[in-house]
């Protein structure tokens, strides 16, 4: 330990700040790498923060696991939680043994955040279904469903249906998809009816079922669902339910899904059987 930094850890100690800051400045000028740290604190404590958190990240930049610690409680403070995760990931790395409960400490506070966060929880449900993680994928979209947020709420519905759909559980899927064809959302509930139509007509040979589901999308007037789903229905009176609907592009995405080209949609022909 730097010299200056021991005395001025006396000085903190017997109530003279003053003087414990000139011992870590000086400590700090010669480039010790811990002083920062306690700088900072002294900095930090009398409400000068962007001090404090140049000292902080000067001692962390210098390697100091303290002064990684103490940056990333001062991340947190000002709700850089992203970056409070990496300081505290280093300074667990170069061992400091405060860092872990920290670190699990700033986990449990962002998950139950992002629990009120119903955008937050589709973008989770997305990365676990994009993971195979079937379990927390719905566990993360019913999250978003308790909020009850009606632009979300229809999306994690439809979501869900997607991936039940996509792991082959039909039954979920169709009662995922109804469940968002009844909200009447104008985006996601038409989407629900197309898929929905799908899985009727080619998983289960609900003809009459798929046929609803299509004329409830063909009558929405969704500027894509709208027409996808008449050109199904026109296929499906032309076979008499004698052809299966081939799928051209049955890439289901799970995304989030609001922004332009968010989903990649199916499209169908008839296929002779």
């Known amino acids: 330990m730097h010299e200056s930094v021991r005395a001025g850890l006396a000085r903190e100690h017997a109530g003279d700040l003053a003087a414990a800051e000139r011992l870590f400045r000086q400590a700090d000028a010669d480039g ?17 923060i962007a001090g404090a958190r140049e000292c902080l990240t000067r001692s962390d930049g210098r390697g100091s696991a303290l002064g990684a610690f103490r940056l990333g409680f001062l991340l ?10 990496q300081a505290y990931r280093r300074a667990a790395r170069r061992g400091n043994e405060l860092a872990a409960g920290n670190l699990a400490n700033l986990a449990r506070y962002r998950e139950t955040r992002d629990r009120r966060d119903p955008a937050a929880m589709l973008r989770a449900g997305a990365a676990h279904a994009a993971a195979g993680n079937v379990t927390a994928a719905e566990e993360a979209y019913a999250s978003a469903i308790d909020v009850g947020h009606p632009d979300h709420t229809a999306n994690a519905w439809f979501n869900l249906g997607a991936l039940h759909q996509h792991h082959g559980d039909h039954g979920a899927a169709v009662r995922a998809y109804r469940t968002a064809m009844a909200l009447q959302h104008p985006e996601f509930s038409p989407k629900a009816a197309v898929n929905l139509g799908f ?3 080619n998983a289960l040979g609900d003809v009459a079922g798929a046929r609803a589901a299509f004329e409830a999308a063909a009558t929405s007037d969704h500027p894509v669902q709208a027409p996808l789903a008449i050109r199904n229905l026109v296929a499906m009176y032309q076979v008499d339910g004698m052809a299966d609907l081939e799928v051209i592009d049955d ?3 799970v995304a989030d899904g609001r922004g332009p080209g968010g989903f990649k949609f199916r499209r169908w022909q008839s296929r002779e059987r």
């Open 32 to 48: 010790d790498a811990d002083a920062g740290a306690h700088l900072g604190v002294l900095l930090f404590e009398r409400g000068d």
């Open 76 to 85: 947190a403070h000002q709700r850089d939680y992203a970056a409070a995760e």
């Open 199 to 201: 899985v009727l007509f």
């Open 251 to 253: 890439d289901v995405n």
